[in-house]
């Protein structure tokens, strides 16, 4: 086995452990849509979407 610098080490350890998270991940992962998941505010309307389990999200919403 050759010797590796330690970034050779990390960058191979980590593609490998994305593989392996990639493996676990499910296939179908769907998003559904709900149109009462939109919000009207000042600076614009922001609609949000709900998951299989059910969490309802808002994403790209500016907070700073």
Sequence with gaps: MANLTR??????????????????LPID??????GDL????????FNGFVDKQGVKTWLGIPFA
């Design 38 to 45: 939109s919000v009207k505010t000042r600076y614009g309307t």
């Design 7 to 24: 970034r050779e080490f990390l960058k191979t350890t980590s593609m490998a452990a994305l593989a392996f998270a990639a493996m676990g």
């Design 29 to 34: 992962n769907k998003v559904f849509a709900a």
